[in-house]
């Protein structure tokens, strides 16, 4: 069964933005602190960690289409929120990271279906090249026109690179997927496709941002019990 799944969701993970731009160009004081300890000898930022918080609605469209050509369509409205947190005060790679839950509905008149997520990814990032990976927990269920999407618990484990600078910045990566419902689980024998875990997937994007809202373009591809699901996300938001 080929699943597409079209979405303005960022994708399943949650689409990684760029480094806050505070870290990467020095705002007007910031450059007068600079040169005011150049001219009167050299006093060095402690190494410190900064946070911030941010929470954002959501609103997606999605298509099921099975190998017989029916396809069923839906929306999902839901939200994100969380916490970024990143390293001051010291050389290059520091670490940043963030953790974040979120919350999405799937309804039409032939389809449902939640999903809910919490994960907390943290790694090493340079001044333009980042990398990051943790645990994502994850909990769904679907019914899409008759089929059948058994409830079952998630453990993702996304690696993701991401490279950029201040106003656009690209990322790409993969996830495996272990699943607790049995009948959720690829059977890789079966199949031709590449992957490990319970179902894999694949993902890139670009963010752009301009001055405090940022748009997003994503794409995902995942391999499930059902099939190949793809998956192409747009998020338009103002940055938390």
Request: with cysteine; proline share 5%; glycine share 14%.
């Amino acid at each position: 069964m080929i699943v597409l799944l079209c979405s303005t969701l960022a994708i399943a993970q949650g689409m990684p933005e760029d480094t806050p731009s505070n870290s990467l160009k020095p705002t007007p004081v910031r450059q007068q602190n600079a040169n005011k300890n150049r001219k009167g000898g050299a006093k060095k930022q402690e190494a410190s960690w900064k946070k911030r918080f941010y929470a954002r609605p959501a609103l997606s469209g999605s298509s099921f289409t099975s190998t017989d050509g029916t396809t069923t369509s839906a929306i999902g409205v839901g939200g994100e929120g969380g916490v970024r947190y990143w390293e001051v005060g010291k050389p290059f790679p520091r670490l940043r990271g963030r953790t974040r839950g979120t919350l999405q509905y799937v309804v039409s008149t032939n389809a449902n279906g939640i999903e809910a997520k919490l994960g907390s990814f943290m790694g090493p990032w340079w001044k333009y090249l980042g990398l990051e990976s943790g645990l994502d927990v994850s909990w769904d269920r679907y019914e899409w026109n008759g089929v059948q999407l058994e409830p079952t618990m998630g453990y993702g484990i996304p690696f993701i690179a991401n490279t950029g600078i201040e106003f656009i910045s690209i990322y790409a990566g993969f996830q495996p997927t272990f699943l607790s419902t049995p009948e959720r689980r690829v059977v890789w024998s079966d199949t031709d496709e590449f992957g490990f875990g319970h179902q894999f997937s694949t993902f890139a994007g670009v963010h752009l941002t301009v001055d405090d809202m940022s748009v997003g373009v994503g794409y995902t591809r995942t391999i499930t019990a059902f099939g190949v699901q793809q998956g192409y996300g747009l998020s338009l938001n103002l940055r938390g």
